[in-house]
Nanobody, 116 residues
């Protein structure tokens, strides 16, 4: 069964850091494009970061450039989103997404709350 499972969310204060994980099961996504999205309450889901294939090149939304880093550990079949200097506007549910076998898969999401 193909599945993506996010973890690592939580409640932090502005300026702190969190690392989100997206673990895949049922397929190996070391060569796949994997994306992190987020959706804040009352807003549309937005693309935050993407990592491209085995080379691991990445791209980011302007709002998180310089603060977030996406990476992958192929041995663990996991993609990470390291988030630093968090702001209140980063508060959202974060989802990972990957294509496999001709369709897209989503995780269940993990809540990130940034508040003082």
């Amino acid at each position: 069964q193909v599945q993506l499972v996010e973890s690592g969310g939580g409640s932090v204060q502005p300026g702190e850091s969190l690392r989100l994980s997206c673990a895949a099961s049922g397929f190996t996504f070391s060569d796949n494009v994997v994306k992190w999205y987020r959706q804040a309450l009352g807003k549309e889901r937005e693309l935050v970061a993407v990592i491209f294939g085995a080379a691991g090149s990445a791209d980011y939304a302007d709002s998180v450039k310089g603060r977030f880093t996406i990476s992958r550990d192929n041995a663990k079949n996991t993609v990470y989103l390291q988030m630093s200097s968090l702001k209140s506007e980063d508060t959202a549910v974060y989802y990972c997404n990957a294509w496999y076998g001709g369709r897209t898969y989503w995780g269940q999401g993990t809540q990130v709350t940034v508040s003082s």
